[in-house]
């Protein structure tokens, strides 16, 4: 089977098919959705003129115009004919959706990060808070002990035990006190 096809034959299947297309959306529209909708049908009778966007024939819907009056003068005529002015700002569409501008999910994780972080910081303080409570304790046992008057030992570098003399004896009672003074000042009230 042979086909030929003429130069006008190709010329108006073309025209045709640039016909179809053009043809094929001809009306848009903002939906209740918020959405733009694209049809070759015409919008349904629910949809406000204002949602229109685009009609057949490339034509828009009208936009609303304002007109500004002008004060008259003394003789009660108008200062001059204002031609009517397009609107500065489109009213916003009840129908479109709300955009916070924030992300709920990021929000979320956002949160649960920063409830993590205030729970690791917690314990952390509160080890803390202990390792001052047990350091107090043990240094007020052993100011305690220093301050009692009984003899104290103490082992060497070279593992044997010696007994302190009064110097050391105040040296270290001195150092104990410190930590005392440090670790049970910073103690939460009980």
Known sequence: MDLKITPQQ???????WAFAFSA?????????DGRKVFSDRPPPSDIQEKNIIK????RRAAQP????????DADGNSAAATPPVAAAKPKADPNAPKISGKDAEL????????EEEA???????EKVA???????????????????GVRVA?????????????????????????????????????
């Open 130 to 148: 202990q390792s001052r409570a047990e350091n107090c304790e043990r240094a007020k046992k052993a100011v305690s002990m220093f301050q009692s």
């Open 24 to 32: 094929a959306a001809q009306y848009q529209w903002i939906g209740k």
């Open 10 to 16: 190709l010329i108006l299947v073309l025209a045709g």
């Open 154 to 190: 103490s082992t060497n570098a070279k593992g044997e035990r010696e007994i302190m003399d009064d110097n050391a004896r105040a040296t270290e009672l001195k150092r104990v006190q410190a930590v005392a003074d440090r670790d049970c000042n910073k103690l939460p009230a009980q």
């Open 107 to 114: 929000e979320a994780k956002k949160k649960k990060l920063a």
């Open 55 to 58: 009609q057949p024939g490339g």
């Open 119 to 125: 729970t690791k910081k917690k314990a952390e303080e």
């Open 65 to 72: 115009t304002v007109t500004v009056e002008q004060p008259a």
